[in-house]
């Protein structure tokens, strides 16, 4: 996920990503699988460093979620 305006923001042309959330077992527990296409203004790929930026926008936003129905156990039963 990218911030709109942020120096990361403005390297790029559109984003799309797929998020995946599969059941891990016994409990509560799930994985969560995050693909992420981009396509840059300039058509080169990102720096290792921003595409890893991008990827954890991505899990902090499931991460927020995670706590947030946690916090709420009854709201999407």
């Keep these: 996920m990218v911030v709109e305006g ?5 390297q ?4 799309v ?3 995946r959330v599969t059941p891990a077992g016994e ?4 994985v969560v ?3 992420v296409e981009y396509e840059r203004l300039d058509s080169a790929p990102l720096a290792s460093e921003d595409q890893a930026k ?4 991505y899990l902090g936003l499931v ?3 995670e706590e ?3 916090a709420h156990p009854g709201e999407f039963a």
């Design 12 to 15: 790029l042309k559109s984003q």
């Design 63 to 65: 991460k927020r979620v």
């Design 6 to 10: 942020s120096a990361l923001a403005v």
């Design 27 to 30: 409990g509560a527990s799930c």
């Design 17 to 19: 990503s797929e998020m």
């Design 54 to 57: 991008l990827v954890q926008g």
């Design 33 to 35: 699988s995050v693909t």
């Design 68 to 70: 947030y129905l946690v």
